[in-house]
Every structure is written in C-alpha cells, then in structure tokens.
C-alpha cells in the first residue's frame, strides 16, 4: 500500500547544508523560489542550538523534499543577522520565494518543530509526506473506533511501511491487535518498536493498554468484589481487584474512583500499587480526558495535602 501515492524523497545533502554569506543568495533566495527553505541560525557557542539543530533536520529530512535546511554560523555571517535583525540565537527563519513567511526564536519542542514544518510547507502551497501520513492515521483511527480493527491495523502497518519510526502509527498497530484480542501479537510488536520512539507518548499509551488488556482477561467479577468491599472497606486487595474489574467493563471513572480511595486509605499498599495503577488508566487515556483531568488533580491534592 503506497501511502504517498509514488512521491519521492530529495538526497539528505541536498535537503540540508550548512551556507554563508557568499553563498546565502543561491542557496536560500533562489532556492526558495521551488521550495521553501528553513534557515537555522546558530552559533557554536549556543547550547540551545545543539538541541534545535538536529531536531528541525530530524524534521526536514522527515519531509522528504518538500522543504530544505539551511544552516548558518552566525559569528560568520554576522552581515545577514543584521540585516535580518536576529538579536538572539537559536533563531529559525523560513523562505518561500525569497521572503520571510515564518520564523520563531528559541527552542521548541519536537512536537512544536513539526507543526513548524508542516506549516511552512503547507504556507507554500504543499504537503509533507508526514501529512499524509498523518491523515492516512487519522483515517485508521476512525477504522479501529467502528471496530474495523483488521483494516485499521493492514493501514498502520501501510504507514509504517512508509516510515518505520512513526509513533502514532506504531502505537496504533499495537492498539489494533489489543482489539483483537491479539495480546501476545500486540506485546510482540511493542518489544519490536525502533528505539528512536520507545518512549514517545503513543507508545507508553499502548504499553499501557496492553497492560489494562492483560488485566482485564484475569478480571474477577463485578458484583462479589463490589460485595465483598461494601463488608469489607479495609480490604485493599479486594478493592484493587475491583477496580481493575470495572476497568475492564468500561467503567473507567468508577475504577478511578476505587484506587483514588485505595490510595487514600493506605498509600504503601503492595508498594504503592493504587498510584501505580493510576497511572497506567492515565497513560492509557488522552491527556486532556476529563477522567485523566480529574483523577490527576484528586491524586494531587491528596498527595500534597
């Protein structure tokens, strides 16, 4: 399955190179002309700038030709920081035929670095391949949410064909066999993820699933734990146990409530395993769910009471 329809990626040393004053022209004013170019400028000095720098050519290069990278040392080219009025490094400019269309100082995070690059592309009239690839996973979310689970994960796997280290699509791929109930085929492709995006958000929200998904084929039933703790309210583990119950029948908010009272009764039961278990429903969810709002600002304030 070809996700980008065909399209082609430049050289790396064609998409990124370092450039100075006597070659600013060509390799910024008049490249720009076809396509936008970003303009790092920096400084050895500059601790920031060693961070930013491979960040946006991580970016770029992700691109795929539809921007370029220019790097330049400011400390030689000092006559176009001034005509340029850059006051503090890192600063980032980008040109689209000739002229300045978008630019920010300081660094950004890599989120905030892409968004900047998908912008400038799209300001140019064009689309970045991680675009596409964007949309073709929010086209298999929509797939995996009507419980088209197969069709979700052929498409992640599509994506992924395309760019192996995509999170989302990684992420997505393992949440796909989650709903297959797949679970050891899910773990097994978790393991396997590039280390380059081990610890990205996506993939610590699947890890998490898969954990809730393990839990949940051990789960006890609803009614006799919720018996068992109404008799017994000191009873930690039966109440654990309930959580993880209702967890598993989508009660997510009542679960949430079960170990936010676990954890108030007894903090250090079993090594802290309200909180612990907290925080893998909270990973699991979207950062903005008001269950995550919720449960995170109760868990504070009990915390720090």
């Known amino acids: 399955m070809d996700i980008l329809n065909g399209a082609g990626g430049a050289p790396a040393a064609d998409l990124i190179k370092d450039s100075s004053e006597a070659t600013f022209m060509a390799d910024v004013v008049e490249a720009s002309q076809e396509v936008p170019v970003i303009v790092d400028f920096w400084a050895p000095w500059c601790g920031p700038c060693k961070t930013l720098g491979p960040m946006l050519e991580e970016a770029v290069t992700a691109a795929k030709g539809?921007?370029?990278?220019?790097?330049?040392?400011?400390?030689?080219?000092?006559?176009?920081?001034?005509?340029?009025?850059?006051?503090?490094?890192?600063?980032?400019?980008?040109?689209?035929?000739?002229?300045?269309?978008?630019?920010?100082?300081?660094?950004?995070?890599?989120?905030?670095i892409k968004a900047f690059v998908d912008r400038v592309i799209a300001a140019a009239g064009g689309q970045s391949p991680g675009g596409q690839l964007d949309e073709a996973v929010e086209a298999a979310e929509e797939m995996l949410g009507s419980g088209a689970a197969v069709d979700a994960a052929q498409t992640f796997a599509a994506i992924l064909g395309e760019d192996p280290n995509h999170a989302a699509a990684y992420g997505g791929l393992v949440?796909?066999?989650?709903?297959?109930?797949?679970?050891?085929?899910?773990?097994?492709?978790?393991?396997?993820?590039?280390?380059?995006?081990?610890?990205?958000?996506?993939?610590?929200?699947?890890?998490?699933?898969?954990?809730?998904?393990?839990?949940?084929?051990?789960?006890?039933?609803?009614a006799e734990l919720t018996a068992t703790v109404?008799?017994?309210?000191?009873?930690?583990?039966?109440r654990f146990?309930?959580?993880?119950?209702?967890h598993a029948n989508d009660n997510v908010e009542e679960a949430v409530a079960q170990l936010l009272e676990l954890f108030r009764r007894d903090r250090e039961w079993n090594d802290g395993a309200a909180k612990a278990q907290l925080f893998t429903i909270f990973d699991a969810l979207k950062p903005n769910d008001p269950v995550v709002l919720n449960g995170r600002r109760k868990l504070s304030s009990m915390i720090f009471a």
Not at 205 to 213: D, I, S, V, W
Not at 230 to 238: I, S
Request: charged share 20%; glycine share 6%; net charge negative.
């Open 66 to 112: 539809a921007v370029k990278m220019v790097k330049i040392n400011v400390d030689e080219a000092q006559m176009i920081a001034g005509q340029l009025q850059i006051q503090s490094i890192p600063t980032v400019y980008a040109f689209f035929k000739g002229q300045p269309v978008d630019g920010f100082q300081g660094a950004l995070p890599g989120s905030e």
């Open 175 to 222: 949440r796909a066999h989650i709903a297959l109930d797949d679970l050891d085929q899910a773990e097994a492709i978790l393991n396997g993820a590039p280390a380059e995006i081990s610890d990205s958000a996506e993939l610590e929200a699947a890890h998490a699933q898969l954990e809730l998904a393990k839990q949940a084929a051990n789960a006890g039933p609803v």
């Open 230 to 238: 109404d008799a017994e309210p000191d009873n930690h583990q039966a």
């Open 241 to 246: 146990d309930l959580a993880q119950a209702l």
